[in-house]
């Protein structure tokens, strides 16, 4: 969309009034206001529906991420506490399969003595 305003016609243009196009669902509008200084500012407004719905989705696809990432995040932090238990758990039965081996071989030594 264009909207060409001669620098002339802007400079003579009333407070409180615009210049306005429209191309489908894209607006535009320029208007010139005198901020509380005194000074005279040019403001332009635009808008357009199928970007507001796009930044719309975006946002909301950005929550859902947000969401699935601490959801992932916290499914993490249980594994990485699981996993440092899973080296204990394995190295009991270790342990214990060596005790009882030990237990076994010295009451067999004690029944051939016998």
């Known amino acids: 969309m264009l909207l060409r ?3 002339d016609s802007l ?3 009333p407070a409180g009034a615009s210049y306005v196009a429209h191309s489908g669902r894209a607006r ?3 208007s010139r206001v005198r ?3 005194g000074r005279e500012t040019v403001v332009v407004y635009a808008s357009c529906d199928s970007l507001a719905r ?3 989705r975006y946002e909301r696809a950005l929550r859902s991420l947000r ?3 601490a959801l992932l995040r916290s499914v993490l932090e249980r594994k990485r506490s699981v996993r440092s238990n899973g080296v204990g758990t394995l190295f009991k039965p270790f342990l214990f399969g060596l005790l009882a081996g ?3 071989i010295i009451m067999y030594h004690q029944k051939k003595k016998d």
Do not use: N, W
């Open 5 to 7: 305003i001669p620098t």
């Open 11 to 13: 400079s003579c243009l």
């Open 28 to 30: 535009v509008s320029v």
């Open 35 to 37: 901020d509380p200084l």
């Open 54 to 56: 796009a930044c719309y």
């Open 67 to 69: 969401t699935d990432s």
């Open 102 to 104: 030990g237990v076994i």
